[in-house]
């Protein structure tokens, strides 16, 4: 009869309330102090406390980054705040090599997914169970609009690689801010 194993590397995996623990997983810490230059209004975010947390990426990585054919697997948890008025977010990235595609998806929280390409900017609603394709070629971002931490879980091939060089808050075509407490999509200001 076929021997079946049970994987001891997948079974040590977990998703603890929408964390990962176990087998594989790391913890990456965001902090204030790890974003200069991604707001608009660096004076301020200067002035806050450094070590206040910003997000945490939660990821599974089963194989090294940079394997071709491989995936990654990952959960982000984004507090609440602002800075100004503009809502706390991810620093944003597209992917080093550029044609890579992602998933997200909404698990906890309310937010938005900010996009944009070379021929278009646009904004998607993420709520819990909101599903949200990353075509390549895409700079991608998550801001948190709501009062609790936004968590979203997200799988990206695990040769796409981060390109930051898109995060600048001059380079965003599109910024989410707090206008008279509701969240308002505008075109960046500093842009080009
Ligand atoms: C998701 C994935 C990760 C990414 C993380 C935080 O979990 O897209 O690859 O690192 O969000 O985004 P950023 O790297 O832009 O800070
Ligand atoms: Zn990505």
Redesign the pocket.
Known sequence: MLQVDLAPHAAATRFVESRLEGGATHA?D?RVADMKDVFQDETLRSGMDPDRLM?Q???HEAVNQGTPGGL?F???HLSPGTVGNEYFM????THARPECA?Y?WGIEGTGFLVLFNATRAWVEEIAPGSLHY?PGRTA???VNTGDVVLK???C?PSD?G?D?SV?KSTAFTVIIRNTDGRAQCVPNPAFG
Do not use: D
């Open positions: 990456t965001r997000y990426v939660f990821a990654f990952g959960v982000t991810t620093k944003g990235h992602e997200y990353v991608h971002r998550i979203v879980g997200a990206w796409a981060h930051y995060i």
